[in-house]
């Protein structure tokens, strides 16, 4: 989903053919339209933890997403993709992944490896950057107020999701 393009027209606001290369997520939604609507208030804009896209409506850059790395989590697992329940975060060079189901972490140079298929994470070339993206993934955690032992070190949810997915036998 991080290479998934995100489209937007504005006439009068968002200047013609800017293009970012900022990471943004999803999360980034509600204060932009907040902003944009006009109650961008401290009161609504402190319940987000994504932030405005408007200053990226000119140029395509700000320092507000300069070197901004992302916390991201998934943990549906056996879901569609079959992927083991993992979180980690991402920034414009590097992708680090903890795999709670087997205890192992994973490191991409994505500088190096846009695809993503050489785990670097016990090369010594890569031991300070795995050292700080470390510190930076537990810094993450905190600041998006993650649950311990989410989304479950064990191979179970430590704290069960809310919704079901499975489809409808009515």
Known sequence: SLRMPLIMRWPGHI???VRSSAIVQELDYAPTFCEVAGVNTKENMNTFQGRSLTPLFQTGEHQNFKNRP??????????????????????DRYTLSYIWTSDEWMLFDNQKDPAQMHNVINKPEYAE???E???LYGKLRKDYQVPEGFPGATGKLAV?????CAPSRD
């Open 133 to 135: 993206l470390k510190a």
């Open 15 to 17: 200047k013609p053919g």
């Open 129 to 131: 950057t795995v050292k």
């Open 160 to 164: 069960k999701p809310q919704w079901d």
């Open 70 to 91: 992302i916390y991201y989590a998934f943990y549906e697992n056996p879901g569609e993709h079959n992927a083991p329940r993992h979180d980690g975060l991402r920034t």
